[in-house]
């Protein structure tokens, strides 16, 4: 019996070391979700991209009746993928990820079977087995017995279809698309190679005149049997019509080597096979030219299979993603954890070919970098958390994208709004980049040139004629606030939009001894004091003549309703948007009490929104209220039970490239940078009992920072608080620390009780 148990416990104790050891050797690409974010409005796909990448494979199932109500056509719709659709027509090879606009979404793919079918709307299939991972997702084609399977490296996208036996076709649609533009180009250059150009844009339905073209090159690892392009034309009417035998009708160009030009045209690979068959298909885009294209594909994928590519493109995202290492909490809290990093990771995009090249700013000429020039600038949104975590983590990535603005800035003379492709969208207001540029050089990224960024910071808070960034800067400079006269939307948020930018020239002018902008910048920066109103303890639109707007309800503006004063929000949603000035603010309200109150108010009437970016840094205002620091806690806690989950609608509602993600990152982390441009963090409960950064030692002196909690395995003991916070052995006296004493440090210790 002995010998038994002993037996026994020795068995017990190999499965501990075994399991032990499989989750050390766990690796973190394993914890990620790309199908998180793919319902509920979250806007990501579940497709195949490398870190950063300039060319991405997403299933495309949003066309079509049988998508509906989540069908492009049919509604504002920004995502090539919605989890819930069952009818897949291709896969686009040009795609964004978490944005509220439609663009992109073109050059799709489709294998099928049999006869050849040129409408998308006939050729579509249902799906199932759908698998994704970073780098990699596969599925098989009900109508077909077709696999599909997917991988890219950064400017390339690479498709593996396993045929059955008989007739295989590939088809490259160029008619279809999530773009507002039309107008392509397709040539056959041989039985395994095609080239084209598709023009996209007009993103958020704005700017037609700034079309632009992306151009591509198919590889195939098997010549077609036969090949063609396919043209579809708008159906003429009037006498002319009556002649045309072929008016509106799909035409098939059989083995046809020259350029093909229209709005909805395509071509095919058609193969023979005497036995079921894998066909690889390589896609290389480029912004600059066909040639571009051709050499990004040649020189990224050489002669590598499949699953070289693959495994190359996983061994990246790994390595990006192991930056941050957690121990503790359920497999579930690693995979929101590890996911949202990898949102994180998509946007903004390289845009550079591999040679270098780039179209500019405004002109699109061709010029050259050295560095990484990236693009899909969503600054509106991003400023508030997402550069700083590039700063903390990827501080390198960050550095070229605070570089990429500036070139921005020489090619256009303004630094970017939302800059998408080389082409500024002017989506949403506010003049962001500056907020960025300051917050980033604060954070001791200082490998830029900070003259020019100041200058350019400058200039948009300055210049009061033609000035794109700053509408009614004139009202504000005067004033101290936009009217109801200046614009007819957003007065009120649009000031506090300047505020803060105002706030962020402040600081970089005080950190380079510019005394007088200092003190200029730093009144501007508190204008929106004159928008307070204590009749509701809450922000209010002006008219010209300094009157209050009437009649007012501040719960007007939420869910997108038009609103006089707000941009997406109301009131409620906006008061608090002034972490620069809180302690003002408190003052405004009464004190210390009636702030809590009234922020709780915005909880508890159900007027905070997660998906809107003006209030996700409110939960961390109750640290500035003394004694009152347990409701950040709360609140957090239950924010990211409530809308963070490891399911398709796992994300609150746009991602917004990746803020909403980064929100998550840093809440998870239990620290969050609650005032832009002043490198600081509040300080929150950490969802793990150890989270380790790996310091780049280009900017950071330590190797590693880590923030231990002694919370529970399993978050068991999620009703506690903090109770003390040190960072090596100092006692901290508030729930704020500097960006500066914690990287400088190797170990933030948040204790709870």
Known sequence: MLILKKAIKQLVFTVIVITSNLICAQELIDYVNPFVGTSNFGATNPGAIAPRGMASVSPFNVAGPQNLPHEKDSRWLSNPYVHENTFLTGFSHVNLSGVGCPDLGVILAMPTTGDLQTNHLKYGSTYKNEIARPGYYSVALDKYKVKAEVTATERVGISRYTFPKGQSNILINLGLGLTNESGAMIKVVSPTEIEGIRNVGSFC?????????????????????????????????GVEAQWMSYNGKTRLFKGYKREVIGDSIGSYFTYHFKEPTQVEMKVGISYVSIENARENLEKETQSHSFETIHENTASRWNDLLSKVEVEGGTRDDKT?????????????????????????????????????????????DTYRNLHALMSLIYPKQQSDMVKSMLNIYDESGWLPKWELNATETTTMVGDPAGVILADTYLRGIQDFDIEKAYEAMRKSALQLEDNPLRPGIKDYIDKGYLTTTTTKSGSVS?????????????????????????????????????????????????????????????????????????????SWQYTFMVSHDVKTLMKLMGGKKAFVNQLDKVFEIGQYDMANEPDINYPFLYNYAKGYERKTQDRVSQLINQYFKNTPDGLPGNDDTGTMSAWLIYSMMGIYPVSPAEPIYAITKPAFNKITIHLDKRYYKNDTLEIISNISENNENNKKYIDKIRINDNLLKSYFITHKALVNGTVLNISLK
Do not use: C
Request: glycine share 4%; no cysteine; proline share 6%.
């Open 205 to 237: 339905y704005y700017k037609p005149e700034e079309a632009y073209p992306v151009y591509f090159v198919a590889k195939f690892s098997h010549p077609a049997d036969e090949f063609g392009i396919w043209k579809t034309p708008e159906k003429s009417k």
């Open 336 to 380: 929101i954890f590890y996911t949202a990093l990898y949102h994180t990771l998509i946007h903004p995009n390289i845009l550079n070919d591999i040679n270098g090249e780039y179209p500019s700013m405004a002109k699109r000429e061709t010029m050259k970098t050295e560095d990484t020039r990236y693009t899909v600038f969503s600054l509106w």
């Open 494 to 570: 649009t000031t506090q939009e300047y505020n803060i930018t105002d706030f962020a020239i402040a600081q970089l002018a005080k950190q380079l001894n510019k005394k007088e902008d200092y003190n200029m910048f730093s009144k501007r920066s508190v204008s929106y004091r004159n928008l307070f109103d204590k009749t509701f303890n809450l922000l209010r639109p002006k008219n010209h003549d300094g009157s209050w707007y009437m009649p007012f309800n501040p719960d007007k503006g939420a869910n997108f309703e038009k609103n006089l004063g707000f941009i997406e929000g109301n």
